[in-house]
């Protein structure tokens, strides 16, 4: 059994191999306290067991770049949902994770056969007396062997908290820098002592001094981000409509595949709108439900698992419940389970008037996982047809999810070179959805409410396709870490102003959780009495994005944090030359960044938003 898995081609020292050994020694202690009969039964099922976890490890990882926690494992109840992109996670190399199974089949055999004979035993205090002595034998075995298990994984552990990861455990925001200085069943082991702590364990409480540290920060924040510029309230009354698209990256806009454009209809928008050419999604593990609750929020997503499972009761500054407060009615539009990431209760949550799910349509063009985006916008329109001028309206497509698999029907893309790999897939699909956003901008048009409706389309996150190979294909050219990583990490933001000004291409950073406050901006409402990290798109000042990942822009430079979380072993580059410059220009960010991850967590854990407006009822 392994303990480690190579992510990210991290190389493993000696010392992390001690951990592994010691963290195995640790599982299986307890098989030394049974019978010898028992014992061998007891190792093939815990084999079994830590395979399984390790291999579920190895298909998560693939799709998220993480590591399953128990908050994820609580949301196991959708993984059933996700049938189609599992199965295209497993490859058949996947076999060797079960291959002692070919031993360990027979020994199972032979053990069980040997139960089955009756074992004759003498009579007497002599016969009692070597019973005792073998049980107490075993019992010293086991203790013996987990001490030295224990040993041997939390002395290197110890040695690298001591040295190069100082601070680890107390302020970790990326779970591979855990992962590196404990391993696999280490992160394990700390992810459920960290998850018992939190459920059953006494309440920590934030000191006075964290609590004022953190309000601060937000009022600072709050004063810095109004700006009365020409944009300010110019769009005042509008009808908002908020598209997220689902796995709709960035990298792909404007680009042609065997002389076809990929994306013709988003790119006959961006001559009439803003287009944010340097945008980032801002998601952890929670990926769609993440960027729905970062753009909405202006927070950042937990490290692990989702907010909309993990505290979908806490109060947030959310958008719709603004608008509304506003006289807005407000609706969400998703054509699936309501119960799916837990939407029903958490849009209770945030103000929506009504959530429009998939018992609500008609599902007339079934594909992938529901109803096509074709139908989905038309039927939605017809919703919104319904509803109280001016509304709130946000939209989550489903039509270009993993694993990209639209039938031959509604296939129009020739992808060439890139037809029966799971790349032409995903621009097969992007293109469906594409021509989905031509259908549904003529449709308002045609029903009166383009000319009256502020239109904010942007991507919740990437592919999941981490083959290098694909994308350098498919853009001619070679491409770096810097590429990649801003590949992965880059969706399109599309804003069509009702009246059509301000169209071009805006080159400057931004992230999901900018929505919030820039929309508001547009509208003249004041994002000053809210607690929000995000910046204004429409402020003309220097603005940074922080990812999830610890890795930060400002434009000039662009930092990516190394695996085991140590700042000066992370990468800096210069966005202008686009090659490394020294990390030392990135210190102040790097220590912004990190502060910003902290207080978002506290905030949503702590219930803080709740907490600072009791304290001052009537805002600030």
């Known amino acids: 059994m392994h303990s480690h898995l190579h992510a990210n081609n991290i190389d493993m020292s000696r010392l992390d191999y001690v951990i592994a050994i010691g963290s195995i020694m640790a599982a299986s202690f307890w098989t030394l306290w049974l019978p010898r009969r028992g014992r061998g039964i007891a190792l093939s099922i815990l084999n079994l067991l830590l395979t399984a976890l390790i291999f579920s490890d190895l298909v998560y990882y693939r799709y998220f770049q993480d590591f399953i926690t128990i908050p994820v494992l609580l949301q196991a109840g959708q993984v059933g949902e996700l049938g189609g992109s599992i199965r295209e996670l497993i490859h058949w190399t996947d076999i060797w994770f079960f291959i002692d199974w070919i031993f360990y089949i027979p020994m199972i055999f032979i053990l069980a056969s040997r139960r089955r004979r009756s074992t004759v035993y003498e009579r007497g205090a002599r016969i009692s007396d070597s019973r005792l ?28 908290t001591s040295t190069w990861a100082v601070g680890l455990f107390a302020g970790n925001w990326w779970n591979m820098a855990l992962y590196n200085v404990t ?30 540290d953190i309000k601060m920060w937000y009022d600072k924040a709050s004063s810095d981000r109004p700006v009365m510029n020409e944009t300010y309230g110019a769009y005042k009354g509008s009808n908002v409509m908020v598209i997220q698209a689902e796995a709709f990256m960035n990298f792909m806009i404007g680009k042609q595949v065997n002389g076809q454009e990929i994306t013709p209809n988003f790119n006959k928008l961006m001559k009439e709108s803003l287009y944010y050419s340097n945008y980032y999604h801002q998601t952890g593990q929670g990926r769609t439900s993440d960027a729905d609750f970062s753009s909405h929020s202006s927070l950042h997503p937990l490290p692990t698992g989702s907010v909309f499972t993990r505290y979908p009761d806490h109060q947030y500054d959310v958008l719709p419940q603004i608008l509304k407060s506003g006289g807005y009615t407000t609706a969400a539009f998703h054509a699936y389970d309501s119960s799916f990431w837990n939407r029903y209760t958490m849009y209770k949550n945030m103000g929506y008037d009504r959530f429009y799910s998939k018992k609500d349509y008609v599902i007339d063009e079934p594909l992938g996982w529901s109803l096509g985006d074709k139908s989905f916008f038309k039927q939605s329109l017809e919703f919104m047809g319904k509803e109280k001028q001016p509304f709130y309206s946000y939209l989550i497509t489903l039509s270009s999810h993993h694993p990209y698999s639209l039938p031959k029907s509604v296939q129009q893309l020739d992808v060439g070179e890139f037809s029966g790999t799971i790349f032409g897939d995903y621009l097969e699909a992007i293109h469906y959805t594409d021509a989905a956003l031509g259908q549904l901008v003529d449709q308002m048009k045609a029903e009166g409410l383009w000319d009256k409706t502020i239109l904010y ?91 999830r990942s610890g890795a930060f822009t400002d434009g000039a430079i662009y930092y990516i944090p190394s695996a085991d979380g140590v700042f000066e072993n992370g990468t800096c580059y210069d966005l202008n030359t686009r090659q490394k410059t020294e990390v030392e220009r990135a210190r102040a960010g790097y220590e912004e960044a990190k502060k910003q991850l902290d207080y978002s967590d506290k905030t949503i854990m702590y219930d803080l938003i709740q907490k600072f407006e009791e304290a001052v009822p009537q805002g600030r």
């Open 457 to 547: 389309f942007y991507g919740d996150h990437d592919n999941s396709i981490k083959d290098k190979s694909y994308y350098e294909k498919f853009l001619g050219k070679s491409l770096t870490d810097l590429d990649m990583e801003q590949i992965m990490n880059q969706v399109p933001l599309l804003v069509h102003l009702p009246d059509g000004k301000h169209a071009g291409v805006y080159d400057e950073p931004a992230g999901q959780l900018d929505m919030t406050p820039s929309l508001l901006h547009l509208l003249g409402i004041s994002s000053k009495p809210y607690y929000m990290m995000g910046n204004d798109i429409f402020d003309d000042r220097s603005k940074m994005v922080v990812l």
């Open 133 to 160: 002595k073998r049980i107490t034998r075993r019992l010293i075995t086991g203790m013996v062997t987990l001490g030295l298990g224990l040993a041997l994984a939390l002395g290197p552990i110890h040695y690298y």
């Open 183 to 212: 391993g696999l069943l280490g992160f394990h082991y700390y992810d459920a002592y960290k998850y018992g702590l939190e459920h059953w364990g006494p309440k920590k409480q934030l000191s006075d001094q964290e609590l004022a």
